[in-house]
């Protein structure tokens, strides 16, 4: 049976509880080393881009990508609402095709926070039309994936069925 999307963003949700501990260290590391994290973001938008990631979404990635493979079997999220991802097959999913899976399902947040840096430099100049395209292009992607888990007959969200897997009960 399908998992809905209603159960797999309870269990993002949980899996957020997580998230949001971590960006709560990097905060109390912040508050004891200011100037050196302020330093990590002091260049332009592409340093800035690079420490971001570094420090949040690589390590959420990893998170997910580590524990959605059969290294780990299931995220907290997925644990404590009992589902699981799993490949075509059913099988529990490899590292790299839990890695990829991860890439793809967050491509609009890492493409959200290459917008925002480079907003932010705008000031009052007018935004150009590529930026205006790809914040079309995040939201875009965010709703695909949506309908997409909504309407599909297992499901599957867009970075589902680009990678071959799905979430099911376990």
Not at 10 to 23: H, N, P, R
Request: proline share 5%; glycine share 6%; charged share 15%.
């Amino acid at each position: 049976m399908p998992v809905t999307i209603l159960t797999r963003g309870k269990a993002f949700l949980l899996d957020y509880l997580l998230i949001l501990f971590y960006l709560v260290l990097i905060f109390c590391l912040y508050l004891v080393f200011p100037m050196q994290i302020e330093a990590l973001f002091s260049g332009g938008p592409w340093r800035n881009q690079l420490a971001g990631f570094l420090i949040v979404t690589l390590p959420v990635s990893l998170y997910f990508a580590v524990s959605d493979s059969r290294l780990v079997g299931q995220t907290f999220g997925k644990r404590k609402t009992n589902i699981q991802a799993v490949d075509h097959h059913g099988q529990p999913l490899t590292f790299l095709h839990s890695f990829i899976r991860v890439l793809l399902k967050f491509l609009p947040w890492e493409l959200s926070h290459f917008l925002v840096y480079r907003l932010v430099l705008l000031g009052d100049s007018p935004m150009p039309v590529s930026y205006t395209i790809l914040g079309i292009t995040i939201y875009g992607l965010m709703f695909t994936y949506i309908l997409t888990a909504l309407f599909t007959s297992k499901k599957q969200t867009l970075y589902d069925l680009l990678t071959r897997s799905r979430v099911v009960r376990k």
